[in-house]
Every structure is written in structure tokens, then in C-alpha cells.
């Protein structure tokens, strides 16, 4: 792994934590009896939320394997949480045996702390350890010094991760300071929760579910698909979204959705996330 070790006195053993749950409801290992017993009780206010975030993983997945296949060998991953059940390294060393770069970013020191020992002796993947809002500090970093040329392109995800980001910072101008570090042929994946999600009864699960979260170190927010488009449509004017735009999770390249069950799954999760890719062209 590249990259400096922390202290694992920065771990919080006593409190749920959203990485973990996360892990959990992916169906990982990475996870505590904490963890767990609070994870039941978010699936008590909102039963999807498990399949949602496997959906999300699926889709994380396919957008990795998309842009591998677009000639993409570096990868910016935001927010990563605990990088095991098919995270973008294990991904990439199953589909290549190119060369291939992932710098994760996370500001939470649990997920941190799991990433550097999954990375132990990884030299082609590494973690930065801080607010994704701090994109200067991304790319100032060492790590990210040391693995990505900017020269190239890179595909940065922010898979499930600006939905914890209010509306007190700058999401847009902040995606946009990522947008121009990035090279022609780069990618900028994104998927967020919905709030415009048709189902009344569904939506108010959802608004349970974020209530819930309130309390919290994560608390998150529901937005609607046009705030979405409206994020990509200020990446710049390089920039332009893959077909087929902000989408429903599996209207995104559900030809790389293999297994019947997943694709199962996948329609029942559709109203709850908008995703979509933008790439640079020049
Ligand atoms: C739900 S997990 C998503 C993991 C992975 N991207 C995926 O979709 O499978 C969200 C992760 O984002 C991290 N996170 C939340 N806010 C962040 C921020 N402002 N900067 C960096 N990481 C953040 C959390 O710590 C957590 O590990």
C-alpha cells in the first residue's frame, strides 16, 4: 500500500459505524455486532436500503469495468468506505492484467484503517485520508502524487457519497475543481439518493431512513434528479454525459448485469438512486 500508517487509537470501537453497516449490508465480514444490531434497525425503517447498496456497488462495478474497457487504467475513488466486496482494486484484478492505479479517499478513520490493511502490500493502490471537499489536499497528497499522472486520464467516482454532503458546501464547484485537474478521455461517475421518488409510501420510508441518520456522524440528504443533471452540466463544457444521462441504476449499462438474480434486484431498487458518467472529451 502507499502511504503512511495511522494509529489505530483513532478507531472508535463503541459506535456504530457507517462503513462497517455499509459492509454488512453488502453481506462483508468487515463488520461488528454494533454494527450489525444498528444496521437492523435502519432495514426496520427502510427494508431496501441493504439491496439499494448492493445496486450501488453493482452499478460502482460496471462503471469500473466500463471505463476499463474505454482504455481508463487510473481511478479516483471518493468516499471509498472499507474496500472489500468487489471494491474497485478487487475489480480491477480480476477484469486486467494491465497496469492499473486507484487512489481511495475517505475522511473516516474506520474505513481509512480497514483500507490500508486490505492495501498491505499493494504498491499500484493507496489511501488519502480526508474530506473529499479538501481537493487540494487530494491532489497534493503523496499518495496521489506518487500514483496517478494527471497527464492520463482517470475515472473518479463518487459513488454514494455526495448524498453525505450538505447544503452548505459547494458540491458543484467543488466537482468542477476535480473536473479541471482531469485529462481529456476522464471520467466522472456519480450516484446519489433520490428524493423524487414516486412512491409515496417509499418515499416516506426513505425520509425515515434519513431522519435516522441525523443522529448519526453521517447524516445524509435526498436529492432529485435534477440537481443531479444540473451537477454534470457544471463539470464544464469538455464535458458531456454518456448515454444514457442521469438514469435509474439499472438503466446504466445493464448488459454488463450477468447474473438473473442481481438484474432481479436491480429493477426492484430502480426508483431509489439516479447515477450517471460524464467524460472529457478535449
Ligand atoms: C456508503 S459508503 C460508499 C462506499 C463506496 N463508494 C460504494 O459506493 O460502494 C460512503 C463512504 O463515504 C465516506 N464519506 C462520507 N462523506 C465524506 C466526505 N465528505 N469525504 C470523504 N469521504 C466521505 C464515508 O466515510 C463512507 O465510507
Redesign the pocket.
Known amino acids: 500500500m502507499v502511504g503512511q500508517s495511522r494509529n489505530a487509537a483513532e478507531l472508535d470501537v463503541n459506535r456504530p459505524n457507517?462503513?462497517r453497516i455499509?459492509d454488512w449490508f453488502?453481506g462483508g465480514n468487515s463488520n461488528w455486532a454494533i454494527d450489525r444490531v444498528f444496521g437492523e434497525r435502519l432495514l426496520g425503517m427502510w427494508p431496501q436500503i441493504a439491496g439499494v447498496?448492493r445496486q450501488?456497488?453493482a452499478f460502482?462495478q460496471r462503471a469500473v469495468v466500463d471505463a476499463l474497457d474505454s482504455g481508463i487504467r487510473q481511478f479516483l475513488?471518493?468516499?471509498?468506505?472499507?474496500p472489500t466486496m468487489g471494491?474497485v482494486h478487487e475489480i480491477l484484478q480480476l477484469r486486467t492484467s494491465d497496469p492499473v492505479r486507484v487512489v481511495y479517499?475517505?475522511?473516516?478513520p474506520v474505513?481509512a484503517a480497514h483500507t490500508r490493511v486490505n492495501l498491505q502490500g499493494t504498491d499500484w493502490a493507496g489511501i488519502v485520508q480526508?474530506?473529499?471537499?479538501n481537493w487540494r489536499e487530494v491532489f497534493a497528497d503523496d499518495t496521489t502524487q506518487h500514483l496517478l499522472d494527471l497527464d492520463q486520464p482517470v475515472c473518479l467516482?463518487a459513488?454514494?457519497?455526495l448524498q453525505?454532503?450538505g447544503p452548505e458546501s459547494d458540491i458543484p464547484g467543488v466537482l468542477r475543481r476535480y473536473s479541471e485537474k482531469l485529462a481529456p478521455g476522464s471520467r466522472i461517475a456519480m450516484?446519489h439518493f433520490a428524493s423524487d421518488v414516486p412512491d409515496p409510501e417509499a418515499r416516506m420510508a426513505m425520509e425515515r431512513f434519513r431522519t435516522e441518520c441525523d443522529v448519526t456522524p453521517?447524516p445524509l440528504w435526498l436529492r432529485d434528479r435534477a440537481t443531479i443533471t444540473d451537477w454534470f452540466d457544471g463539470l464544464g463544457d469538455q464535458w458531456s454525459l454518456l448515454s444514457p444521462g442521469v438514469t435509474q441504476l439499472p438503466d446504466w449499462r445493464p448488459d454488463l448485469i450477468t447474473d438473473p438474480k442481481s438484474a432481479a434486484e436491480a429493477e426492484k431498487m430502480r426508483p431509489y438512486v439516479w447515477c450517471g458518467i460524464a467524460t472529457r472529451s478535449n
Request: aromatic letters at 6%; zero cysteines; charged letters at 15%.
Open positions: 457507517p462503513g455499509y453488502l447498496a450501488n456497488r460502482m475513488d471518493l468516499g471509498s468506505g472499507i471494491n479517499v475517505d475522511n473516516e474505513a480526508t474530506d473529499l471537499l467516482l459513488v454514494s457519497v453525505f454532503i450516484t453521517n
